[in-house]
């Protein structure tokens, strides 16, 4: 914007556009009081400057009066829209404010907070005049809400602002030459605000900028607990110690709301969505921790849970590479290589904003917990080094010698164990090696599990709210470092927004590794663990949750059992009763894969406006049968030289089996790569309702060569009924035997070889 004003460069072949002199038609449109009105501009000014020839076809190409250029096919290029909110507002105006705020308190020039105080007032004069739900024309038109920005940016543009005057204000009342420009500006323009001295000038700042938004705070209301942390930041500005005891009172509230939900908001997006909660208030209450001595000490005794705030994305990191895609987060087989609550800032040098090191060293000190500073120092690439990156740190040699003692004592990276977040519905089994060894995760629920976010139940989007998918009971798989059973990750908003097939797709159930009831998307609610068990070499969790199908039960058992330091199977029983249709879908990693077992021929398509096709059927599959992926490495994660497979042996009953072919979007929906990615499929079909069923059957990820060398059943169920017991005989390569018995409830037992319990 400081180079090119009023111009946007085409990133595909770098012309520059609006092609008219838009600053010079701007000019002849402004009235008394500064504002921009189209009825007094020159019209005679909107032509291709390149081609001022009337009778040049090119003559109106590329020109743009401030409502955009409509070309031959009808398709509007915002180039002046866009100029004005991330060149003029973003690029030169709010971020100008920011940097000279910044400057002003690194070194106490008045030169800095004079033209941040002329760009504040000005901005004052004009703020409440903006109101993006009848001004903007796009993103999520209509009915979005905004100033200038659409609400999410408003927020966050406001509480910049804030901080920023906060940062200026001392010098405004004493600035003379700043009151006589402004004063001089004012009577010129003919403005409805005095700027007679420099306490005018601060309360036009406070009144027209802070005070409205607190009086129109819909135009600012973003994610949770983003709007929150805006009110109480504008309220301490505006208040001062006077209002201590309300700004607790706000952050009570906050707190309480944002850790509700096993420490988090029950916002869905693990990596995305779901870090907003932990992530906004982290600089809030640094930026508080900061100003006021013991400050978080005293929110840490008000609310405890504020650990696990902070904690949540500590043992749900699966080997320092994934987060569980649960709900509207990643993508597929997206890795994520740094801690995701909050973003750690400073490594290329200290800053004036709160210190995410010093604020989790903080926290490291208020608890105890060392997995605060494992991960501070993680994020510092695992050195002390230039530790914290705080212009406010009284000592950085302590501070670092401080961190280097307790990672010298308790080691580099956090080891979590086995954890199951009960209220947010996840699960995660860990072995003894998070970045060799299989870790499972099974994410129980469909719907955001907070009141915060509750939403009127609407058959048409029985799983759906705030960032969730309806991905009940979908279970993943991580091994030697390789996502194999990938969610689908963020949906593909770029294929058609929100509503697209594309989309919409990547939220419905049969587009995950869970259990369909006639074709329906599995309803908002959660499950309740009925067994856990995380010792020893057998790990499992059981899980209830009927509310998802609306019907008696929807049950899934997982049991994992080592077979070597780095090597496990892991059992699989689904059991469900209620409907007239049970389809149970699996996935697996992307790359080939092959059957054995089945007779395949041309099925119908499942239907349901699910993006599935080629279906292929066996009406009467042998036991036993079985499919095998062979990883193909698109990402590049796998160990070097490594042949990594999935292997998926079916034990069930009276069902139809079959494979098809699912969409999916490679990487992220910044592009268009698309795939078809083949998959199995298991029904079971009666007239009569309710229909019950069991689904069995064991996962094995290996490298090379198979651990287990068969799989059989030994029970007497037939598959129609969702209380029978299973027990399985499981050969091992290495010549052992298992025999794994699994009852409805959770009721599992493991026994190795001859008879001794395992």
């Not at 966050?156 to 901080?163: D, I, N, R, S």
């Not at 405890?304 to 993508?331: E, K, M, V």
């Not at 970045?435 to 995760?441: I, Q, Y």
């Amino acid at each position: 914007p400081l180079d090119l004003p009023w111009k946007l460069t085409c990133p595909r072949c770098g012309d520059v556009f609006p092609k008219n002199d838009f600053h010079a038609y701007y000019l002849t449109g402004l009235d008394s009081t500064g504002v921009f009105d189209p009825a007094r501009a020159d019209g005679d000014l909107l032509f291709n400057n390149e081609h001022p020839d009337p009778g040049d076809p090119l003559h109106r190409f590329g020109v743009d009066d401030g409502q955009g250029f409509l070309n031959e096919a009808g398709q509007r290029w915002r180039f002046i829209a866009t100029w004005l909110v991330y060149g003029q507002w973003k690029g030169l105006i709010w971020t100008g404010i920011d940097r000279l705020a910044e400057a002003f308190a690194a070194t106490g020039d008045c030169e800095y907070s004079r033209r941040a105080g002329v760009l504040l007032d000005r901005l004052s004069d004009v703020y409440p005049t903006f109101d993006y739900s009848q001004q903007g024309f796009v993103y999520e038109k209509p009915g979005n809400r905004g100033y200038l920005s659409n609400w999410h940016d408003a927020c966050a543009e406001v509480l910049t602002l804030t901080v920023a005057y906060d940062r200026v204000r001392e010098a405004l009342p004493d600035d003379d030459e700043l009151v006589n420009f402004l004063s001089a500006r004012a009577s010129r323009l003919e403005l409805p605000t005095a700027k007679n001295s420099g306490r005018q000038v601060c309360d036009n700042i406070e009144g027209r900028i802070l005070q409205h938004t607190l009086d129109h705070i819909d135009r600012v209301e973003s994610n949770f607990p983003a709007t929150e942390m805006a009110v109480i930041l504008i309220e301490a500005v505006l208040r001062g110690t006077d209002g201590i005891t309300h700004i607790h009172e706000l952050f009570d509230d906050a707190i309480t709301r944002a850790t509700a939900v096993d420490g988090l908001s029950g916002e869905k997006g693990l990596s995305g969505y779901a870090c907003i909660a932990p992530r906004t208030p982290a600089h809030y209450l640094a930026l508080f921790a900061r100003a006021l001595p013991g400050f978080l000490h005293e929110i840490l005794a008000r609310h405890p849970a504020l650990q696990d705030l902070y904690r949540f994305h500590i043992d749900t990191w699966i080997g320092q590479r994934f987060y569980p895609n649960a709900g509207d987060a990643g993508s597929w087989t997206q890795t994520s290589p740094t801690y995701a609550a909050v973003p750690f800032i400073g490594n290329d040098g200290p800053t004036l904003a709160p210190s995410m090191f010093t604020f989790f060293w903080q926290l490291y000190e208020a608890t105890g917990d060392v997995g605060f500073v494992q991960i501070l120092h993680h994020a510092n690439g695992d050195v002390a080094d230039d530790l914290p990156h705080d212009l406010c740190c009284a000592d950085p040699a302590d501070f670092q010698q401080r961190v280097a003692e307790a990672i010298a004592e308790h080691g580099e990276l956090p080891q979590p164990p086995s954890v199951n977040k009960q209220n947010w519905h996840l699960a995660i089994l860990r072995g003894g090696d998070d970045r060799m060894g299989p870790v499972a995760w099974l994410d129980y629920d469909s719907g955001a599990m907070n009141s915060v976010y509750a939403y009127r139940l609407d058959p048409s989007v029985r799983g759906r709210g705030a960032h969730s998918h309806a991905d009940g009971m979908h279970l993943g798989l991580y091994y030697r470092g390789v996502d194999l059973i990938p969610d689908l990750g963020y949906p593909p908003v770029n294929f058609g927004g929100w509503s697209s097939p594309q989309a919409e797709w990547y939220k419905m159930s049969a587009a995950h590794n869970t259990l369909v009831v006639d074709g329906l998307d599995l309803a908002n609610a959660g499950g309740q663990t009925l067994w856990w068990q995380d010792e020893g070499s057998v790990r499992g969790i059981c899980v209830s949750a009927p509310g998802l199908i609306e019907g008696e039960v929807f049950e899934r058992t997982i049991v994992i059992v080592d077979t070597g330091e780095a090597d496990a199977y892991i059992v699989d029983v689904f059991r469900v009763q209620g409907g007239a249709d049970h389809t149970r879908f699996l996935l697996g990693p992307f790359g080939p894969m092959q059957t054995t077992g089945l007779d395949l021929a041309p099925a119908p398509d499942y239907g349901h406006d699910t993006l599935m096709r080629a279906f292929q059927a066996d009406a009467t599959p042998a036991e036993g049968w079985a499919a095998d992926w062979t990883l193909e490495d698109r990402a590049g994660v796998a160990p070097p030289g490594a042949a990594v497979h999935l292997r998926y042996t079916d034990l069930s009953r009276g069902v139809e089996a079959g494979i098809c072919e699912s969409w999916a979007c490679y990487g992220s929906y910044g592009n268009k790569d698309e795939v078809w990615l083949q998959r199995p499929w298991l029904r079971r079909r009666a007239q009569d309702t309710p229909l019950a069923s069991t689904f069995a059957g064991v996962l094995e990820p290996y490298v090379d060569q198979p651990v287990v060398a068969s799989v059989c059943r030994v029970d007497d169920g037939a598959g129609d009924r969702a209380d029978e017991a299973l027990d399985l005989n499981i050969e091992l390569a290495s010549g052992g035997r298992d025999r794994v018995r699994v009852a409805a409830g959770g009721g599992v037992s493991v026994e190795r070889n001859a008879g001794g319990s395992h």
